[in-house]
């Protein structure tokens, strides 16, 4: 397994999430073989169609049956030639697909590049779909609901520590949270112990506080993949006005980090947490459509 196993875990979900949503019904097997090709007579068969589809950018299934080729290729299954020869065919109208389709072609052409030479390279701006300043702007609408009964809890979280610098540090940050840190440090502690537990009052708060700092400076100190790594099905599981952003913003830093990786270079081999892929964002956190 390459270094990015988990990115490539994820790229080849995006793939498939997309070929689930817009395949016609003729091609609903896709969903059920994983996009898997050689699985069974039924995916056989539409391999010479998919192909068609595939080559053709006039036609309503080119986005789709680029990514179930492509889903394919990645998985193992076919060689990646016929897909490699497609991009330098259609690089460019691939970067003229809707926001969904371009960022998870592209991405899905960036894990190819480690397969097969791609020229021209694959643009890793094409590659992303989400929209930051829409995500942080909820993000911190999250952070906001705290009352200062939660905020007082995360206060103390250090044993009480220096509750009452922290109390005041939190309500400050809340009131400009375009950062969580204050200039001497004085929440990250406290945050990142309410975030690190699921449970916690102020879990999602202190979760959002969090994402708003790394999806703007970066995850410089592996807080974000620690945490999805740990507590990815918690996040999976809140609910969606808690739950939408916060998926949104671990989407993000995927999406803005090129190393970004939750698992490390040991997955797969004895892990403790078996790997978790981000799903779709919810439409509203997707960047305006330009074309």
Request: charged share 20%; with cysteine; aromatic share 8%.
């Amino acid at each position: 397994m390459r270094r990015s196993g988990w990115r490539l875990l994820q790229a080849v979900a995006d793939l498939q999430a997309l070929v689930i949503e817009r395949a016609a019904a003729e091609w609903r097997a896709l969903a059920a073989s994983g996009c898997r090709l050689d699985t069974n007579v039924t995916t056989l068969a539409l391999i010479e169609p998919l192909e068609r589809a595939a080559a053709d950018p006039d036609h309503p299934a080119f986005a789709c049956a680029t990514a179930a080729l492509m889903a394919d290729v990645l998985e193992g299954g076919r060689a990646p030639e016929s897909i490699a020869q497609n991009w330098q065919a259609w690089h460019e109208i691939y970067a003229a697909q809707d926001v969904r389709a371009r960022a998870t072609l592209t991405m899905g052409f960036v894990q190819l590049a480690d397969l097969w030479p791609l020229d021209p390279a694959p643009d890793r701006a094409d590659a992303a779909m989400t929209d930051g300043p829409a995500i942080r702007t909820e993000l911190i609408a999250l952070a906001r609901e705290m009352p200062d009964t939660v905020l007082y809890h995360v206060a103390h979280a250090d044993y009480g520590y220096l509750a009452g610098e922290h109390l005041t540090a939190l309500r400050d940050v809340l009131a400009r949270p375009e950062s969580w840190r204050t200039r001497d440090g004085t929440t990250d502690e406290v945050i990142g112990l309410i975030s690190h537990v699921p449970g916690q009052t102020g879990f999602a708060g202190c979760t959002a506080l969090m994402l708003i700092d790394t999806t703007n400076y970066g995850d410089r100190y592996g807080d974000m993949d620690f945490r999805w790594a740990n507590n990815a099905a918690t996040y999976l599981d809140m609910p969606p006005p808690t739950g939408a952003p916060v998926l949104a913003g671990f989407r993000l830093l995927y999406e803005t980090d090129e190393d970004w990786n939750p698992y490390g270079v040991s997955e797969y081999i004895g892990t403790e947490h078996l790997p978790v892929v981000i799903p779709p964002c919810a439409q509203r956190f997707l960047m305006k459509d330009t074309q």
